[in-house]
């Protein structure tokens, strides 16, 4: 029987469940030019930002020594398909939203849509370029270095180091949750989905070791989705705000060339101004509701008869299990 995960030495945890990462994204990597794979830069992106939160979250531990130029190239890697996919995400919203809008909402949807797409496939393409670009040589340089760094010995326990990353995380989540006042405070809102996120890409490769680590990954993947939900609809706002402006702008220039040309002046509103003003409405009533969500999941029943154990207890539990406790 293998050595418990607790009790092994982070340094070759680190550079072992690194190289997965890495390999996952090496898997994703030649799906992205697949048409027919919708998945694959979104599988891409989440095995670099799970990597990048990995890394992250034990550098200050001795041996534990990824270079500043691979950190970086990583960075950049990551954030390099964000507007792409962000574009992707908000198009999909726009077709599911379609069929219960009225006339005046499909026109907008269809004015924004067809811009929106052209400026997505100018995203990619960009994107791809720069993942051509770097990619390959972090993936062998990085790959050289999580690989050394798996081969040694020493150093902390990797139980006590995650309790550690865990705990402080934990009392951040916390105090954010605590901050919340209100479903318009856009940054308090967001900030207990990065802290969650980076709470369960530590839980992962705990998962297979006892029930206890895969209820509390569980746990933390309904909080990540509740709070995801929300903060697509947070985003969502000002995108409304600027392609309505951008609408009511192209719309003001072709009549005043038109007006330049001779014809009669229209002063009347922009075309498309009720249906973004439609769909704005829309998108607050989902914010509401995802918000209220949010909440339920984050501070549900505290354990007792009939009640099931809150994300907190389940973190708690899962900490203490990581010490030995």
């Not at 990597?51 to 960075?75: C, D, F, M, N, T």
């Not at 599911?96 to 269809?110: M, Q, T, V």
């Not at 969650?196 to 933390?220: D, N």
Request: charged fraction near 30%.
């Amino acid at each position: 029987m293998g050595k418990p995960l607790h009790r092994k030495r982070l340094k070759r945890v680190v550079g072992r469940q690194g190289l997965a990462l890495l390999a996952q994204a090496r898997a994703a990597w030649p799906r992205i030019e697949d048409p027919d794979d919708g998945e694959g830069l979104h599988d891409f992106r989440v095995a670099l930002r799970r990597l990048r939160s990995w890394l992250e979250a034990y550098r200050g531990y001795p041996g534990v020594s990824i270079p500043k130029a691979q950190r970086k190239r990583l960075r950049d890697l990551a954030r390099a398909t964000s507007d792409a996919r962000d574009g992707e995400v908000m198009l999909a919203w726009l077709e599911a939203e379609r069929p219960a809008l009225g006339n005046a909402e499909r026109g907008a949807i269809d004015w924004w849509a067809e811009r929106l797409a052209a400026r997505v496939e100018a995203d990619y393409a960009e994107a791809r370029c720069v993942l051509e670009a770097g990619f390959p040589g972090l993936d062998r340089e990085l790959g050289e270095t999580l690989a050394a760094l798996a081969r040694q010995g020493g150093g902390p326990r990797f139980g006590e180091a995650t309790a550690r990353e865990l705990a402080t995380l934990h009392a951040t989540l916390t105090a954010e949750l605590a901050a919340i006042g209100s479903p318009d405070e856009r940054e308090a809102l967001h900030r207990p989905r990065i802290t969650g996120k980076r709470i369960r890409y530590l839980l992962k490769p705990w998962t297979q070791e006892a029930p206890i680590f895969e209820q509390a990954e569980k746990a933390m993947k309904a909080f990540q989705d509740a709070f995801g939900v929300l903060h697509d609809d947070l985003v969502r706002e000002p995108a409304l705000e600027a392609a309505a402006a951008a609408h009511a702008d192209e719309e003001a220039r072709v009549r005043l060339a038109l007006a330049a040309e001779g014809e009669e002046p229209r002063a009347a509103a922009p075309r498309h101004l009720r249906g973004f003003m439609g769909l704005a409405r829309a998108n607050r009533e989902h914010r509401l509701a995802h918000y209220d969500r949010a909440l339920e999941v984050a501070r549900a029943a505290g354990p007792g008869a009939g009640k099931a154990p809150t994300p907190a207890d389940r973190l708690e539990a899962a900490i203490a299990a990581m010490r030995g406790d």
